[in-house]
């Protein structure tokens, strides 16, 4: 139990998911934020896409694809084809959510494991060069798997 306090209160101060929680509660309570705070937002917010795809880029450079391939090849299997396949059903199928809403979601859930699992993976010490691979080996794959996506949501 001492451990899962840990992990939780880390996962909550971490710079990635405390400002995503921090943005959720603000969205939620609809606070309202100073224009100069909105101003400078924009201003990241249009910087922040190419710039992750720069950090990425540049990320991927250091990762080897190494480590045990069955857990890796599960990993990619589950992110690439799994997950967006399910978003999939349930939102088109049996939620029948708003066709907008449900490509977009379905959409997102196809994209390459991002760099964040990677983060988490160094930190607590687990799957390093299993994540580090799938990170990679989904950033390739992806292309593939989210124009098949994006086939079936349009």
Same mark, same amino acid.
């Given at each position: 139990m001492r451990h899962l306090v840990?992990?939780?209160?880390?996962l909550i101060t971490h710079p990635i998911t405390g400002s995503l929680l921090a943005g959720v509660i603000v969205n939620l309570l609809n606070i309202p934020l100073h224009i100069a705070l909105l101003n =400078?937002?924009?201003?990241?917010?249009?910087?922040?896409?190419?710039?992750?795809?720069?950090?990425l880029g540049g990320a991927l450079t250091r990762y080897k694809i190494t480590g045990d391939m069955h857990k890796t090849l599960t990993i990619v299997i589950m992110k690439l084809i799994l997950l967006p396949t399910m978003v999939y059903i349930f939102l088109f199928h049996v939620y029948q959510v708003n066709p907008l809403?449900?490509? =977009?979601?379905?959409?997102?859930?196809?994209?390459? =494991?991002?760099i964040g699992p990677y983060v988490f993976s160094?930190?607590?010490?687990?799957?390093?060069?299993?994540?580090a691979s799938a990170v990679v080996i989904t950033a390739m794959l992806s292309v593939v798997t989210s124009s098949f996506f994006i086939l079936l949501v349009t």
């Amino acid at each position: 139990m001492r451990h899962l306090v840990f992990v939780v209160k880390d996962l909550i101060t971490h710079p990635i998911t405390g400002s995503l929680l921090a943005g959720v509660i603000v969205n939620l309570l609809n606070i309202p934020l100073h224009i100069a705070l909105l101003n =400078t937002l924009d201003l990241i917010a249009q910087a922040a896409s190419p710039m992750a795809l720069f950090a990425l880029g540049g990320a991927l450079t250091r990762y080897k694809i190494t480590g045990d391939m069955h857990k890796t090849l599960t990993i990619v299997i589950m992110k690439l084809i799994l997950l967006p396949t399910m978003v999939y059903i349930f939102l088109f199928h049996v939620y029948q959510v708003n066709p907008l809403w449900a490509g =977009t979601a379905v959409l997102l859930s196809s994209m390459p =494991t991002g760099i964040g699992p990677y983060v988490f993976s160094l930190k607590y010490r687990a799957c390093e060069s299993q994540i580090a691979s799938a990170v990679v080996i989904t950033a390739m794959l992806s292309v593939v798997t989210s124009s098949f996506f994006i086939l079936l949501v349009t």
